[in-house]
Nanobody, 126 residues
Framework: QVQLVESGGGLVQAGGSLRLSCVAS????????MGWFRQAPGKEREFVST????????SYADPVKGRFTISRDNAKNTVYLQMNSLKAEDTAVYYC???????????????????WGQGTQVTVSS
């Protein structure tokens, strides 16, 4: 059984920062990449960022480029999302997700990820 546990969400003023963490565990955990998605009320879940375990290749959604940074610690099976210059429109539940092999699967489509965390709320007040 694979488990993903997010933490680090909260309430912050516009312009502030938060750092989300996602710890992956499980005896048979094998993953190609990790992703962060978010879902605001009344909206579909959307891609935020992704990183590969091997090589650390990253990608970002346009709305967060230059403000968010994804990173990973392979030894700790942990992925981070550093969020700076937060805006009210960043308010959402943020989900961590893991993608199983093989390589080559879509990295921005939610249904291409196999395991999900429970989500952590990020609220940005304007």
């Amino acid at each position: 059984q694979v488990q993903l546990v997010e933490s680090g969400g909260g309430l912050v003023q516009a312009g502030g920062s938060l750092r989300l963490s996602c710890v992956a565990s499980g005896r048979t955990f094998i993953s190609v990449r990790m992703g962060w998605f978010r879902q605001a009320p009344g909206k579909e879940r959307e891609f935020v960022s992704t990183i590969t375990w091997s090589g650390g290749s990253t990608s970002y959604a346009d709305p967060v480029k230059g403000r968010f940074t994804i990173s990973r610690d392979n030894a700790k099976n942990t992925v981070y999302l550093q969020m700076n210059s937060l805006k009210a429109e960043d308010t959402a539940v943020y989900y961590c997700a893991a993608q199983s092999p093989p390589y080559g699967r879509s990295w921005y489509k939610a249904h291409e990820y196999d395991y999900w965390g429970q989500g952590t709320q990020v609220t940005v007040s304007s």
